[in-house]
T-cell receptor
Framework: NAGVTQTPKFRVLKTGQSMTLLCAQD?????MYWYRQDPGMGLRLIHY???????AKGEVPDGYNVSRLKKQNFLLGLESAAPSQTSVYFC??????????????FGPGTRLTVT | KQEVTQIPAALSVPEGENLVLNCSFTDSAIYNLQWFRQDPGKGLTSLLLIQSSQREQTSGRLNASLDKSSGRSTLYIAASQPGDSATYLC????????????FGQGTILTVHP
C-alpha cells in the first residue's frame, strides 16, 4: 500500500512551457485535492475532486487545470507556466466514510521551479 | 473568510519539556480540525483529527483540544524528544464542503538534546 504518490518529485520549467503533475492513490479514496505551499502563505487549495469525472475550483485555481478520469488519479496541468507558479505542490486524498471525517492523507510533494 | 493563525511561529525547547502549540480560527462554524506534522522537504503527516462535536483527541504523547466557541485548538506534546522537531500545521475543515481545509502557517518546533 503506497498511499498517495506524486510524480515528478522535482521539475524546472521555462516560462510559457506546459506540464502535468500526476497524483495517484491506492486507498480507493473518493476525494482528492491539489494544494500549493509557498513561504509566508501556507498551503492553499488549487482544485479538488469529489469523485471520478468531477472537479471543482479551490482558492487559487487560475492558471491550472485538472482532470480525474480514473478514481485513483488526479492530474494537475499548467498550460503556460509563469514564475509565480514556482512552488511546492501537494496532492491529498480523503475517504468517503460513513462518519464523513474527511481526514486527508498527503503525498510527498512536487517541487516546481519556473524560470 | 476563515483565517487560521498559529502561535508561536517558532519554538525551541530542551528535550523532556511538555509544550503547547496554539491554533486559532475566525469562523467557529467548522466541520473538523486536523493537526499535521511536516518534516523538512517532506509531505504532511496527519497527527490528530477532531470532529466539531468532539472536545479532544489523544494519540500517544499528543493531545489535541478544540474549543469551537472561542475559536481555538491546542496541541499538547508531552515529554518532547529531538525526533519531534518538525513544523506543525493546524487546518480547519469547512462545513459541507467535502473536506476542504484552511491551513495555518505552522509552528516550527525544535527540540534540542
Amino acid at each position: 500500500n503506497a498511499g498517495v504518490t506524486q510524480t515528478p518529485k522535482f521539475r524546472v520549467l521555462k516560462t510559457g512551457q506546459s506540464m502535468t503533475l500526476l497524483c495517484a492513490q491506492d486507498m480507493n479514496h473518493e476525494y482528492m485535492y491539489w494544494y500549493r505551499q509557498d513561504p509566508g502563505m501556507g498551503l492553499r487549495l488549487i482544485h479538488y475532486s469529489v469523485g471520478e469525472g468531477t472537479t471543482a475550483k479551490g482558492e487559487v485555481p487560475d492558471g491550472y487545470n485538472v482532470s480525474r478520469l480514473k478514481k485513483q488519479n488526479f492530474l494537475l496541468g499548467l498550460e503556460s507556466a509563469a514564475p509565480s507558479q514556482t512552488s511546492v505542490y501537494f496532492c491529498a486524498s480523503s475517504p468517503d466514510t460513513a462518519g464523513r471525517s474527511y481526514e486527508q492523507y498527503f503525498g510527498p510533494g512536487t517541487r516546481l521551479t519556473v524560470t | 473568510k476563515q483565517e487560521v493563525t498559529q502561535i508561536p511561529a517558532a519554538l525551541s525547547v530542551p528535550e523532556g519539556e511538555n509544550l503547547v502549540l496554539n491554533c486559532s480560527f475566525t469562523d467557529s462554524a467548522i466541520y473538523n480540525l486536523q493537526w499535521f506534522r511536516q518534516d523538512p522537504g517532506k509531505g504532511l503527516t496527519s497527527l490528530l483529527l477532531i470532529q466539531s462535536s468532539q472536545r479532544e483527541q489523544t494519540s500517544g504523547r499528543l493531545n489535541a483540544s478544540l474549543d469551537k466557541s472561542s475559536g481555538r485548538s491546542t496541541l499538547y506534546i508531552a515529554a518532547s524528544q529531538p525526533g519531534d522537531s518538525a513544523t506543525y500545521l493546524c487546518a480547519v475543515g469547512r462545513g459541507t464542503s467535502y473536506g476542504k481545509l484552511t491551513f495555518g502557517q505552522g509552528t516550527i518546533l525544535t527540540v534540542h538534546p
